[in-house]
Each structure stands twice: as C-alpha cells, then as structure tokens.
C-alpha cells in the first residue's frame, strides 16, 4: 500500500531520487490550450470569459454581469450559515489576522524608513501596499472556505485597497460557505469564474473584472499554468504543486495518528505526497498495520490508496541527523516534527514551508486555524521561497535625496565607476554634479 525505503539498503538512493523527484508537471497539450485562453481573454475581454465560462463550467449564462456576485449574496449566506460552523471560520479569521499582525510589527510595521548620512544624504525605503489584488479559490470538486481566509486576511493586514475573489461554479453552484467566508473576511468583490480565464482576467482586466496587481491562490495545473505564463505582466505568490507532508517520528507518537495525518495529506489528490521517517523499525511496522486498519473507513480511500502508493513512503534511517539530510534534500511544503524532543531538532532543518513542532501540533492546524496563511512553497521550492505574508502585499520603492556636499563625493566615484563601464554619458552626467 505504501513504499518502504531503508537508508541502509543499496537500493536506496535510486529509490530516494524516484520518489521526490518533480515530473514536469505541465505537458504540452495543456500549455497550448492555456496560452490560447489568456491569449482570447486578453484580447476579447468579457466576451471570451463568458464563453470560456459557460463552456467549462456548463452553464448559459447571457451577459458578463451574470459573473458577478450580488454583494447581498455575501452577507445573505453569511447569516443563513450553520452558527457552529460560522464560530469556526470566525476562530480561524481571528487567528490569521492576529498572526499576520504580529508579522507586520515584527517588520517594523510596514513602515517606511530613512536615515542621514555623514555627507547629510537622504536615503531611505517607501513602503506601500498594493492598491488591488486578485484571490484565486478553487472551487470544482470541493469547497475550501480556508482558501479565502489564508489568501485574503493577510492581504487585508497589508493594507490592500481591494481585493477581487474568482471561484468557478460548476453548473452555476456557488457553494454558500465560500460566500460567507469572503463575507467574514471583507472581501466585496467576487466573481463565479475560474481555470485559466479567471487568472487571464485578472490580470488584464475585462469590462466585468478589474486589472489586478497581484494573483494569490491555489489551483489545479491549468491555473498554475495561467499564473506562470502571466507572470511578469502582473505579480504572483508562486507556482504551487501538489500537497505534502514529511513527517519524522519516534515511538512517542500513536501509529493511529500518524497514519492518520499521512491520510490527511493524501486525501487531497492522487499526486499529494506523504513521507514517513524513523529510525525505529517497529514504529513504521505500527504505521503501516494502523494504516490497513483505518484506510476501509475513509470517505477518500480510493485517493489516498492512490497518492500513498504512487508518492507515499514509509523511511527507515539510522539516526537523526540523517532524517535531518533528507527533509533538507525534500525541502518539503509541511514538516510535521512527531518526536519527544523535537525543538533539538529544529536547528538541523535548513529548507520547510511551515514545522509543526512536537507529537500534538498536527499538520492539519496548520491548514485551518494554527494562524499562518497556508499558502506554502511545494515542490523543493522552500529552498527559495517563503510561506504567503504581509510582505507579499506591499511594495518597497528606495528613496534616495543628495545634498549638494554629499553629490560631489557620490558623483565623483560615480563617475570612475561609469568611465570604466564604457558608459560616457553616465561619467559626464556624474562630473555636471561635482565640476558645476
């Protein structure tokens, strides 16, 4: 059911190489069919997005304003919603927003900054939010009311003017909870489109759909793939891949929860991934026996049965420190630290999304209500990149004011510097500066 890798065995590496290595995820039939979206959407505005909607999503809607979403509709689902239901999305609201405000501080509150220097320059930061900013939030088989909450609080946070939300509807159904979430989160904006010509829409703008700054938000490779090719014409988070979790356990933890959390994980699709690591033996045998055991009672069994045997794996290492060397080398989006003493192990970790530290801090918080915005880098990509912050919503312009005194000492190596680059034109607008 699950692949078992033992560091020790000759085997190993090939196994090891097989097992995180990222097929090129983006074939070419979907890329052509994504370019030719963005492409009619970009040149044909709310036409080719109604005609793009009504045929993905099977629905006859007649004109672009049939996309949008009444606000009234936000605030109507918001009342009508189950109360046990609506005092969990407000407990998650509350503590993303707390934490993302923490963060903010914690930068020197997204303040902008200067100082003097010894010549009386004035050099300096100007930091701004940005003034619009479009939320993706899958909605084809599924509806994920904690898309909105980590995407949308902490732009909110940042400061952002407005935010428009883009959620498909298949045969017209908005699923109510998504309504009330973007309600919750103040969001006023939300339009029943998706796949690639939400992304094109967002960032070129129609009649309908307002020209964004930013794209944030998960989605299925055809939105992955719109967001890489837009690129550049409009910022994004990142190129997200499939979910996963590495966990490195020892005998303090229940088998049952941790079979459990790899389910957790696989049950997002068939090429989520699911990493066990121990240095004991007979605590991976448990894994795999509770496994067995619980996998008939799920809802998704046939996806995590999929994911667990195409991506999933149970790793036996010697010791620690090379548990420490693989998740470095997976550099994976969730690491879930199920051991007695986990804090010793922290330090060894170089490359992860979001740690999850200790035997009763579950990856599965992390997704709702921990406080961290669970948009996370997958893939290896935590080697470079970052989870989804208030930084991700402002931008920085340097500011730099010369005195007249300051000028001739900058302008002077200035224009050494230029002279030597070839660049005379840069040299002699520098010597104006300092020969007057």
Known sequence: MINRLNYKELEFSEGFENLISTEQSTVQTVEDTVRSIVKSVRLNGDEALLGFTNEFDRVEYKNACDLVVNPTDLRSASEKLDPIVKEALQVSIDRVRQYHLKQKAASGGGESWSF??????TLGQIVRSMEKVGVYVPGGKAAYPSSVIMTVIPAKVAGVGEIVLAVPAPNGILAPII??????????????IGGAQ?????????????????IVGPG???????????????????????SEVVIVADQSTDPDWLAMDLFAQAEHDELAQSILISTNPKLL???????????????????IKKSLEGRGALILVPDLNKAAELVNRIAPEHLQLALNEPKQFVSSIRHAGAIF???????VVGDYTAGP????????????????????????????????????????????????????????????????
């Open 116 to 121: 003097n220097d010894d010549e009386g320059n």
């Open 179 to 192: 309504l009330a979430a973007a309600y919750l989160c103040g969001v006023e904006k939300v339009y029943k």
């Open 198 to 214: 939400a992304i094109a829409a967002m960032a070129y703008g129609t009649d309908s759909v307002p020209r964004v700054d930013k």
């Open 220 to 242: 299925n490779i055809y939105v992955a793939t719109a967001k890489k090719m837009v690129f550049g014409d409009v910022g994004i988070d990142m190129i997200a891949g499939p």
């Open 285 to 303: 045998d448990e894994v795999e026996n509770s496994m067995r055991k619980l996998l008939p009672e799920m809802q998704r069994a046939e996806i």
């Open 357 to 363: 530290v200790g035997r009763f801090s579950a990856e």
């Open 373 to 436: 915005s669970h948009v996370l880098p997958t893939s290896g990509t935590s080697r470079f990149a970052s989870p989804l912050g208030v930084n991700d919503f402002q931008i920085r312009t340097s500011m730099i004011q010369c005195s007249q005194r300051g000028a001739i000492k900058l302008s002077r190596a200035a224009a050494i510097i230029a002279a030597e680059e070839g660049l005379e034109a840069h040299a002699r607008s520098a010597e104006f500066r300092f020969r007057g």
